[in-house]
């Protein structure tokens, strides 16, 4: 829980965080935001900008007169997180979902890829590019017009949450660890519906559309 604010009954369409952040140049004296390594050691995160701006987060929403409305700011690591010129880098890729606005997607991988890890990219209807698994360029992330991603965990569950209503694509990825391997294919037209009964839908990588 970030917090509550008091604000005019309106539209709203973004929220700016202000972070305590490090500033590229000479090493922080004081990095507020940082990246934790598995093996407990730390770099600075750098926000471009975003001791000035702030960290823009993008959604629409609107504060009702002598009411409330709960709000989720969401974003996805693997879209946020890149590296440049040795730096790392945090991207603004945080979206806003209101709660009682938002659906999710969850269901049971079944893979033969021979692959570690398997992660599903969901995608607003027909927004798929033929470049979306192209290596990244410099400071960019690979699948850059996914709405959010989720991994395959132990027991082959995943969860695709905070999704808004309306129609979307999954693209299934096979990975070893951090390294892409390949995009093993595709599942189309999934429908989700605002409310806390997700859409179900199990994957069998063996079984995916060849294309989308």
Known sequence: M???LTLPAGHYTQ?????????????PANPGCYIEFADNSTAPLFVP???ETGYIAIGQFTVPINGEVEVTADFDVR???VTMN??????????LIVNDQAGS??????SNSGYTDVIVFAYEDETWAETEDDDPAVGQSRFPNSVTSAKM???GGYVLAFLAAGTYDLAVAGYNGAEFGEVLGFVSDVVVESGPTPTIVDIDT???????
């Open 206 to 212: 063996d079984a995916l559309e060849g294309s989308m």
């Open 49 to 51: 900008s975003g001791g």
């Open 105 to 110: 997607i969850r269901g049971h991988i079944t």
């Open 2 to 4: 970030l917090g509550d």
């Open 86 to 95: 040795s730096y790392y880098i945090l991207v603004p890729t945080i979206r």
């Open 79 to 81: 879209k946020a997180v």
């Open 15 to 27: 929220i700016r965080f202000m972070l305590d952040i490090p500033e590229i140049g000479p090493p």
């Open 153 to 155: 965990e132990g027991e």
